[in-house]
């Protein structure tokens, strides 16, 4: 879930997740659940295969960090990187922005819930690891798209004309 900023958000975010008794989420006649002729086996474990993770992205999230984590339910922290980084006014990659990801990993941790990073390059990725993180999700396809584009334009450019 983006833009989790507070624990009530992210104490709603868990009983919209998760089944009755552990949770409100309404349930339905889907495949899950072979469109529901086994909706009551399906009840019974879907809880154990769910996961709220809920997304810090903005300072008013960074600052409440260690309190959501904290929330019952919630199973981790990911670290929204580019709106985290307009939102504490540093860029991806600063000093200030790699000690949010060091919150975020260290807040996750300490509620022994998976702390999950964004990463851009395979130094963050390093970072993202050294800081606890259980998950690095590196880069996005349109990123390595254009890492492509570039490089082949850079080899045509290069060529002797």
């Known amino acids: 879930m ?4 507070s624990v ?5 975010i868990v009983a919209e997740v998760r089944f009755p008794p552990d ?16 909706l009551q ?3 019974e474990q879907a809880n154990d295969h769910l996961a709220a993770i809920v997304q810090i992205e903005t300072l008013a999230g960074l600052d409440m960090v260690e309190q959501i984590a904290a929330v019952p339910g919630i199973d981790g922290l990911c670290m929204g990187p580019f709106d985290l980084a307009v ?3 540093h860029p991806v990659g600063s000093p200030a922005h790699a000690a949010a990801m060091d919150r ?7 509620a022994a819930i998976a702390g999950i990073a964004v990463c851009a390059t395979a130094r963050q990725v390093r970072h993202a690891r050294d800081a606890g993180a259980k998950l ?14 570039a490089a082949a334009a ?8």
């Open 2 to 5: 983006p833009r989790v900023e």
């Open 8 to 12: 009530a958000q992210a104490e709603r």
């Open 23 to 38: 949770g409100a989420r309404g349930a339905g006649a889907v495949r899950a659940c072979d469109y529901g002729a086994s």
């Open 41 to 43: 086996p399906y009840l």
């Open 87 to 89: 939102s504490i006014g």
């Open 104 to 110: 975020i990993c260290r807040a996750a941790r300490d």
């Open 136 to 149: 690095a999700i590196f880069g996005m396809d349109r990123m390595f798209a254009l890492q492509a584009a």
């Open 154 to 161: 850079a080899s045509i450019e290069a060529k002797p004309g």
